[in-house]
């Protein structure tokens, strides 16, 4: 079974500056999806960014993107010019494409703070 | 505007009760899910349906029923036999099973409490 790990449980950083959040998963298949979710305090889970293993170049969407390491199964999030409003719980998740076992398995959660 | 819609926000039930959370979405998707969410936890799968009138176990079924009679509802039945379930639950939906890099789309949970 896959398992993704988010190392840090909580991380800060000031507003406009730039913080990365880290993931790694265990995997032995080659060809799968990740995803960075976002959960602010709202509770409802945002997609924030995608990537395709078979994809080399990394996913950008405006001020986040990712550091896709596939050999070293690596999936950072790096956040750009921070802003209050990124304050929330981000879930890395891992989905595989191989198979029938579509399912999303998520690591527990960075929690970041934006200090102004 | 198109989503899905939880309800109710908060639940509370007494030990020994079953309990429904209603789960709607006016997406047009074929697959739907279900998650529990714990403090210091990611999400984890409860069940999920591909397609109307079909649904599968999830890594984390015991102590829970689902039902999908209808394509844009699929409530979730936590029943006595569930010993801990206090937590926070997410309904979820997606284009369809198959659709591996689409997003899930959320609701905005419910979070349910045992008196």
């Known amino acids: 079974a896959q398992t993704v790990t988010q190392s840090q449980p909580e991380m800060s950083v000031q507003e406009a500056e730039t913080v990365t959040l880290s993931c790694t998963y265990d995997?032995?298949?080659?060809?799968?999806?990740l995803f960075w979710y976002k959960q602010p305090p709202s509770r409802q889970m945002i997609l924030v960014i995608r990537?395709?293993?078979?994809?080399?170049q990394n996913a950008t969407e405006n001020r986040f993107s990712v550091n896709f390491q596939k050999a070293a199964k690596s999936f950072s999030l790096k956040i750009s010019d921070s802003q209050l409003g990124d304050a929330a719980m981000y879930f890395c998740?891992?989905?595989?494409?191989?198979?029938?076992?579509?399912?999303?398995?998520f690591g527990k959660g960075t929690l970041l703070t934006v200090n102004p | 505007d198109g989503g899905i819609t939880q309800s109710p926000k908060y639940l509370f039930r007494k030990e020994g009760q079953n309990v429904t959370l209603s789960c709607e979405q006016n997406?047009?998707?074929?697959?739907m899910y279900w998650y529990r969410q714990d403090p210091g936890q990611g999400l984890r799968l409860i069940y999920y349906?591909?397609?109307?009138?079909?649904?599968q176990k999830g890594d984390i079924a015991e102590g829970y029923s689902v039902s999908r009679e209808k394509k844009e509802s699929f409530p979730l039945t936590v029943t006595s036999a569930q010993k801990n379930p206090t937590a926070f639950y997410l309904c979820?939906?997606?284009?369809?099973?198959?659709?591996?890099?689409?997003?899930?789309?959320f609701g905005d949970g419910t979070r349910l409490s045992i008196l």
């Open positions: 979820a939906s997606s284009i369809n099973w198959g659709a591996l890099n689409q997003p899930q789309h």
């Open positions: 997406l047009n998707h074929d697959a």
């Open positions: 998740a891992y989905r595989s494409a191989e198979g029938s076992n579509y399912k999303l398995t």
């Open positions: 349906s591909q397609i109307v009138n079909d649904f």
């Open positions: 995997t032995s298949e080659s060809d799968y999806y």
């Open positions: 990537q395709e293993a078979y994809k080399q």
